[in-house]
């Protein structure tokens, strides 16, 4: 009895020494329960918090320099300039030119003299100046100046289109010999400076 006592007591003991086996079994199985709860969770990177702030401070910086850029193309618009100077004037687009406007001009002159002419005429100035005129003048032979006889449309007009001709050729003269006198000047002061501004 007490043999079996004893064996079973020892037993007993086995099986109480295998007891902590199961306690490190058990405590094996527990070690990989913290892994499993942490991976349960999502993971977050650090950029998922600043992003929404960053994106705001962006917003609000943008939307300021908006304002400011409006406000100042309101208030002060920008003037450009730019300082040139006439070096040289080219004697030949000079002389092409002024013969151009020169010719305009006598066309000009050529048009208001006969338009003078008709109205002075259908004023009758003519007939009262040559009357008075050939009474001063004449005598009991001849009759005296005749006004009108001389101052007829086409020899008023004949006048007028060789002054104009004249006109012409001087002046195109003139221009060309003072865009030479120019360019000698400007050798010298540097030319005529001009300031031309454009607004935006």
């Known amino acids: 009895m007490t043999g079996a006592t004893g064996a079973g007591v020892g037993a007993t003991g086995t099986d109480g020494g295998r007891g902590p086996a199961t306690g490190t079994q058990g405590g094996g199985g527990a070690a990989p329960g913290g892994p499993q709860q942490a991976a349960a969770q999502p993971y977050r990177p650090p950029q998922a918090y600043a992003a929404p702030q960053a994106q705001a401070r962006d917003t609000e ?6 304002v400011r850029t ?7 618009p920008r003037t450009r300039k730019a300082r040139l100077r006439v070096a040289k004037a080219d004697p030949w687009s000079v002389m092409k030119v002024s013969f151009l406007l020169s010719i305009a001009l006598g066309i000009c002159t050529i048009i208001a003299a006969a338009v ?4 002075m005429d259908a004023m009758g100035v003519f007939s ?7 009474e001063a003048t004449g005598s009991n032979d001849s009759n005296g100046f005749d006004l009108q006889s001389f101052l007829s449309l086409p020899r008023v007009l004949l006048f007028t289109s060789i002054i104009a001709v004249i006109d012409v050729v001087l002046a195109t003269a003139l221009a060309t010999l003072g865009a030479f006198i120019y360019n000698l000047s400007a050798g010298f002061v540097g030319g005529v400076e001009l300031t031309l501004a454009e607004d935006e």
């Open 61 to 66: 910086t943008m939307a300021m320099r908006a």
């Open 116 to 119: 003078l002419w008709m109205v």
């Open 70 to 76: 409006g406000a100042g193309a309101r208030t002060t």
């Open 128 to 134: 009262t100046v040559g009357g008075t005129i050939s």
